[in-house]
């Protein structure tokens, strides 16, 4: 009996085991989350090349942001002199040496500017102004080195702040008038109002200054701005003091008897912003540097920063290692346009207060060292030109001339090549007059054509005249301030040196309005008027 139980029991748990399973299920959630970091942006090899003042010139800039581009709140270069050739990234902008573009970034092409010439703008500072307040504090700031009275300072966008009343310390400055708006920052701009007042028109390319310095403080080439940075034009002539002319377009925006300032010579061209949407593109870089952006070899550097903002201030750096050149550049501007000598006597020699002309004005522009030369070639009777109607061979004596009307017996006259080859002036007297032909010696020199021109000259020379008739020569002196006479040189038609001094010049130009001319003739000289070219020149050495 024993036995049969068992073997049921046994039977019995085998029979459980072997019955089907029955599932049972049930879920629940819990919710999760992660932030995707905020990635600091990458800067790649900088592009660049070798400059030149006034060219077209371009800096490339890859940018890498794994949060794509859009997350960019600003791409900017610095292109910047190094004396060592040790690059240190400059504090603030300086139209000699050193510039920055910046691209805030947004839109379909992005916003550009460029800090130059007027402008400063400051790192590792800080700067407060309080709406309403005429004080400013600062930390870590150089206020009296930078600043001085008369100084705009404005947002780096351009807005207006202020204008400093007072000699500022290095921490602290008074404005004339409570700040426009509240502002915290470690950047900042600076410039200073430019004497008197303009008026423009849209559209119009005049601009009338009120009491305004034209001549001394703005240079053709430079560009005129509002006080907040408007650009209003590219200046493209200076009449005088209170008159100049803008380029093509004329002025931007109409404004009337307000202060101006200048944006200098540095000029922003055409920018271009990649698709926001990648992750990785090139910001171009367009620009013509200033005119005074300073001469040098393999010193010029670039350092290309990548600012990410959304919600911190993740910032990358890159300067490019290699430096680049920035060639010579020179402009000569001659303020005094004109100069007449009204009765000039035959025989006059060289002497001070003899046929002197003084207070010559011009203006000389450079990056660099510089020499001032001053070069002429022969003058003509402009009531006696005409031309040659026929082909004259090598030899001839009697040329037929378009008209004779103006010229007479004994005067020199000087045949001129006009197609430029390979033949040079031939300077005759003439011996006869008949009817549209003349009589001359000693004969042509050289074949002349048809067109080729016959002028009464006063012919220049590199030395003092003497008993050759109908010539002339010049002497000059860059300042009759302190030398006079003593000091001046014969002039060249290659041009002789009359300064070597000169240094690399504010945007504005070294004047110098004491040149002096001195006129010399011979002693047997036909009596009319000569006119002729007189060249001030710039060597940049």
Not at 70 to 87: E, N, R, T
Not at 339 to 367: C, M
Request: hydrophobic share 40%.
């Amino acid at each position: 009996m024993k036995k049969i139980l068992v073997s049921i029991i046994v039977v019995m748990v085998t029979l459980i085991a072997l019955l089907p399973t029955i599932a049972i299920a049930a879920q629940d959630t819990s919710s999760g989350q992660f932030t995707a970091a905020n990635k600091v942006p990458a800067v790649g090899s900088i592009t660049s090349d070798n400059m030149t003042p006034q060219t077209n010139e371009s800096v490339t800039v890859p940018v890498t942001d794994n949060n794509k581009l859009k997350q960019l709140d600003m791409v900017l270069i610095k292109l910047f002199y190094d004396a060592a050739g040790d690059p240190d990234l400059p504090a603030q902008a300086d139209p000699q040496d050193a510039a920055i573009i910046k691209c805030s970034v947004g839109g379909a092409s992005g916003t550009w500017s460029i800090i130059t010439s007027g402008s400063v703008i400051l790192a590792k500072t800080t700067i407060s102004f309080t709406s309403g307040s005429t004080a400013v504090t600062g930390t870590g700031t150089a206020f009296d080195t930078e600043l001085e009275v008369g100084s705009i300072l404005t947002k780096t966008d351009g807005t207006v702040l202020g204008e400093v009343a007072s000699p500022p310390t290095a921490t602290a400055l008074t404005l004339t008038a409570g700040a426009t708006s509240a502002y915290s920052g470690d950047t900042y701009r600076a410039g200073t109002f430019l004497t008197g007042t303009i008026s423009t028109i849209s559209s119009n390319t005049a601009v009338t200054g009120s009491g305004a310095a034209f001549l001394t403080q703005l240079v053709v080439g430079g560009i005129l701005t509002k006080a907040d940075g408007t650009v209003l034009g590219e200046i493209e002539s200076i009449t005088n003091n209170d008159s100049l002319t803008l380029t093509a377009g004329g002025a931007s925006a109409t404004y009337t008897n307000d202060r101006y300032m200048t944006a200098g010579t540095w000029k922003l061209l055409s920018c271009t912003q990649p698709s926001l949407q990648n992750s990785s593109g090139d910001f171009v870089f367009a620009f013509q540097p200033g005119k005074t952006a300073r001469k040098a070899t393999s010193r010029w550097f670039v350092s290309a920063t990548a600012i990410d903002n959304p919600g911190g201030s993740d910032t990358k750096t890159q300067i490019a290692a290699n430096g680049k050149t920035m060639d010579a550049f020179g402009e000569v501007r001659v303020v005094s346009t004109s100069v007449t000598w009204t009765s000039a006597d035959p025989g006059s020699g060289f002497a001070d207060d003899i046929n002197e002309k003084a207070g010559l004005d011009v203006t000389y522009i450079s990056n660099g060292d510089y020499t001032q030369s001053v070069s002429a070639t022969n003058w003509f009777d402009t009531a006696a030109s005409t031309t040659l109607t026929g082909a004259e061979p090598t030899s001839e004596t009697v040329i037929a001339v378009a008209i004779a009307t103006g010229f007479d017996v004994g005067q020199k006259i000087i045949v001129t090549d006009t197609d430029g080859a390979p033949f040079e002036d031939h300077v005759c007297t003439i011996t006869a007059i008949s009817g549209s032909d003349l009589t001359i010696t000693p004969g042509l020199g050289e074949d002349y054509d048809a067109g080729d021109t016959v002028k009464h000259v006063a012919v220049f020379i590199e030395s003092d005249p003497g008993a050759t008739a109908n010539e002339f020569s010049l002497m000059a002196t860059e300042d009759t301030t302190y030398d006079d006479f003593v000091d001046a040189v014969q002039v060249t038609v290659a041009g002789a040196v009359i300064d070597n001094s000169g240094v690399i010049t504010e945007e504005s130009g070294e004047q110098e309005t004491n040149n002096a001319l001195w006129l010399g003739l011979s002693n047997d000289f036909d009596a009319a008027t000569y006119q002729g070219t007189i060249t001030y020149i710039i060597t940049n050495s």
